[in-house]
């Protein structure tokens, strides 16, 4: 694992700290946070993913040996999957991923803001998605924001490409809580307490529930719910 991705185990918490330079996430580091965020359940209740620069992600960058792009569309397509593969660690890990965004906020780093289950932005965070500025169609961010945001916020910032600011974001639904910048790292602190204090069957089945139901129709999701509610509220761990 490189210095441009920290991961840090911290009790309960795995700390996953965003660090190279510039600010951006290379595909390597995409895919080395995957593998972190897939696997945490083993020994963490929750994931704390935030930066160690002024920004929290200025975009995705090419690894720095990985050469020109295929020419060939087949054979460029797998050239990124660790982007597509990270968003979907994200839907997928077992436990919750709390994101803390500084700075700004780009391409990438929007998509993955806004994928994380909570996430809190400070009061001067900026967000965008600068793609189609770089002649580049945004449908690898898009794949992330479908489910998260309305259409029309989606397609306002695709096609301008200007940033948003820390409270519009949250009226489109990219962050749970907007604070004052020097009240961020009390107010997360606050939240890991009280989220590290639930069961972990509850912390878990949570997020399972809201994983999976959304894509079932209304008879499943309540079924599902139905099992899911006596399977968690039997564990001993509830009991505790």
Same mark, same amino acid.
């Given at each position: 694992?490189?210095?441009?991705?920290?991961?840090?185990?911290?009790?309960?918490?795995?700390? @996953? $700290?965003? !660090?190279?330079?510039?600010?951006?996430?290379?595909?390597?580091?995409?895919?080395?946070? %995957? &593998?972190?965020?897939?696997?945490?359940?083993?020994?963490?209740?929750?994931?704390?993913?935030?930066?160690?620069g002024p920004d929290?992600?200025?975009?995705?960058?090419?690894?720095?040996?990985?050469?020109?792009?295929?020419?060939?569309?087949?054979?460029?397509?797998?050239?990124?999957?660790?982007?597509?593969?990270?968003?979907?660690?994200?839907?997928?890990a077992q436990v919750?991923?709390?994101?803390?965004?500084?700075?700004?906020?780009?391409?990438?780093?929007?998509?993955?803001?806004?994928?994380?289950?909570?996430?809190?932005?400070?009061?001067? @965070? $900026?967000? !965008?998605?600068?793609?189609?500025?770089?002649?580049?169609?945004?449908?690898?961010?898009? %794949? &992330?924001?479908?489910?998260?945001?309305?259409?029309?916020?989606?397609?306002?910032?695709?096609?301008?490409?200007?940033?948003?600011?820390?409270?519009?974001?949250?009226?489109?639904?990219?962050?749970?809580?907007?604070?004052?910048?020097?009240?961020?790292?009390?107010?997360v602190e606050e939240?890991?307490?009280?989220?590290?204090?639930?069961?972990?069957?509850?912390?878990?089945?949570?997020?399972?529930?809201?994983?999976?139901?959304?894509?079932?129709?209304?008879?499943?999701?309540?079924?599902?719910?139905?099992?899911?509610?006596?399977?968690?509220?039997?564990?001993?761990?509830?009991?505790?």
């Amino acid at each position: 694992m490189s210095d441009d991705l920290l991961i840090n185990q911290n009790g309960r918490i795995l700390e @996953a $700290t965003l !660090n190279r330079d510039d600010g951006a996430c290379s595909d390597g580091m995409a895919a080395e946070l %995957s &593998a972190a965020m897939l696997s945490a359940h083993e020994t963490s209740d929750m994931v704390l993913l935030r930066s160690g620069g002024p920004d929290f992600c200025t975009g995705r960058a090419r690894n720095a040996d990985a050469g020109p792009p295929n020419p060939e569309a087949y054979g460029r397509r797998p050239e990124y999957d660790s982007i597509f593969n990270c968003y979907k660690a994200i839907r997928n890990a077992q436990v919750p991923i709390v994101g803390v965004i500084e700075g700004r906020c780009m391409g990438f780093g929007t998509a993955v803001a806004s994928l994380c289950d909570v996430s809190f932005a400070s009061s001067t @965070a $900026t967000f !965008n998605i600068p793609e189609i500025e770089h002649n580049v169609m945004p449908t690898m961010v898009m %794949s &992330a924001l479908y489910d998260r945001i309305s259409r029309n916020a989606i397609l306002w910032m695709t096609y301008t490409a200007q940033f948003i600011g820390a409270e519009r974001a949250l009226s489109y639904g990219f962050v749970s809580q907007v604070v004052d910048a020097d009240k961020l790292d009390a107010e997360v602190e606050e939240f890991c307490k009280i989220l590290l204090s639930r069961p972990r069957p509850a912390i878990l089945g949570l997020k399972e529930y809201l994983h999976v139901a959304p894509r079932m129709d209304e008879l499943g999701a309540i079924d599902y719910a139905r099992s899911l509610h006596s399977m968690v509220n039997t564990a001993a761990d509830m009991k505790k």
